[in-house]
């Protein structure tokens, strides 16, 4: 049976899981727009940098963009200054996250705008748009319910994925149970943490396909 030091120690070790998920969801959602217009743009630099972007973080594990986000970057930062330069495991965590969680949703958000008809882009250059008010006004919003499932996806791999900090020196939930585990020598630890992983994976399924049922009936009556 878990005490109370221990159930506060599960409790701000989920909480540090929690937040590095949402963090990198949210900003991961906002420049994936951006890298997916830079993809989809005619001007070269943007595409070619939108490009390499996508390939290298979504070709690189993300362990390895953990390590050079929290132990190269100081690391080369002293040897060019010959200051030290630390970073905050959770600032570190966050940053490699959110970098690696824009090139999927880049790739997941460009999906989906190019799969709208091209009559609508058309349609919006009639009434006088400019390329950037028919991408706002009109073809992104119709990409919301096409994006509902993916983002749900990604969200949990980021969720799972968080155990990962526990190599850079942060207790999440995962580490908070594999000390306690190896303190007293029983695997019942290991049961509690799958459990509240499985809880919280469930919340967001259950959350993002109420979303998705939701933003269908608005587009059955829209019909």
Not at 132 to 153: E, W, Y
Request: hydrophobic share 55%; net charge positive; no cysteine.
């Amino acid at each position: 049976m878990l005490n109370q030091t221990q159930l506060w120690a599960i409790f701000d070790g989920t909480v540090i899981t929690v937040e590095i998920a949402i963090v990198a969801i949210i900003l991961g959602a906002f420049f994936g727009v951006i890298v997916a217009l830079g993809r989809l743009s005619k001007n070269k630099v943007a595409n070619a940098v939108s490009w390499f972007y996508i390939w290298f973080f979504r070709g690189t594990p993300l362990l390895l963009q953990l390590f050079i986000i929290y132990f190269a970057i100081p690391i080369i930062y002293l040897d060019s200054t010959g200051m030290t330069f630390n970073i905050n495991p959770m600032v570190g965590a966050f940053i490699a996250f959110s970098l690696n969680s824009t090139a999927y949703l880049a790739e997941i958000i460009r999906a989906a705008i190019e799969s709208i008809d091209s009559g609508q882009m058309e349609a919006a250059k009639a009434l006088g748009m400019s390329y950037r008010q028919a991408m706002t006004k009109i073809v992104i919003p119709q990409t919301f319910k096409r994006l509902v499932a993916p983002v749900g996806n990604e969200f949990i791999m980021l969720l799972k994925d968080t155990s990962l900090v526990s190599t850079i020196a942060l207790f999440d939930l995962l580490r908070t149970v594999k000390t306690m585990a190896s303190s007293d020598g029983n695997w019942i630890y290991y049961v509690y943490a799958a459990a509240i992983y499985l809880f919280l994976t469930t919340i967001i399924q259950v959350a993002f396909d109420k979303i998705e049922k939701k933003l269908g009936v608005y587009e059955r009556q829209g019909n």
